[in-house]
């Protein structure tokens, strides 16, 4: 078992910044891959970046390229979401979710084992 919690979550001004922070707890030495995905109201989740946690590579999806950042800390238990040039489009609930041993390319909420709380993240024009 893997428990994941999210924190950082705010308002910001268009334009600012946030950072959001995932920690792990549990059965940490079975995860593969981590996840962060955000759904606004009456819309559909959706994937927002992805971090190997061996490796730590990283995949963004195209809405959020150039303007966020995933890192892990040395031990591997924590992950960092830095959210710059914030939009108000970026406004919604950030879930970070763990998927544990093996992982390609992962998009799907489906695809992922764990999930925190969220935390909601509300950026004004």
């Known amino acids: 078992q893997v428990q994941v919690a999210e924190s950082g979550g705010g308002s910001v001004q268009a334009g600012g910044s946030l950072k959001l922070s995932c920690t792990t707890s549990?059965?940490?030495?079975?995860?593969?891959?981590m996840g962060w995905f955000r759904q606004a109201p009456g819309k559909e989740r959706e994937f927002v970046a992805q971090l190997f946690v061996r490796s730590s590579s990283t995949i963004y999806d195209d809405s959020v390229k150039g303007r966020f950042t995933l890192s892990q800390d040395h031990a591997g238990n924590t992950m960092y979401l830095q959210m710059n040039s914030l939009k108000p489009e970026d406004s919604a609930m950030y879930y970070c979710?763990?998927?544990?041993?093996?992982?390609?390319?992962?998009?799907?909420?489906?695809?992922?084992?764990?999930w925190g709380q969220g935390a909601q993240v509300t950026v004004s024009s």
């Open positions: 979710a763990a998927r544990i041993w093996s992982c390609g390319p992962s998009r799907g909420a489906h695809e992922y084992h764990y």
């Open positions: 549990g059965d940490t030495s079975t995860l593969g891959c």
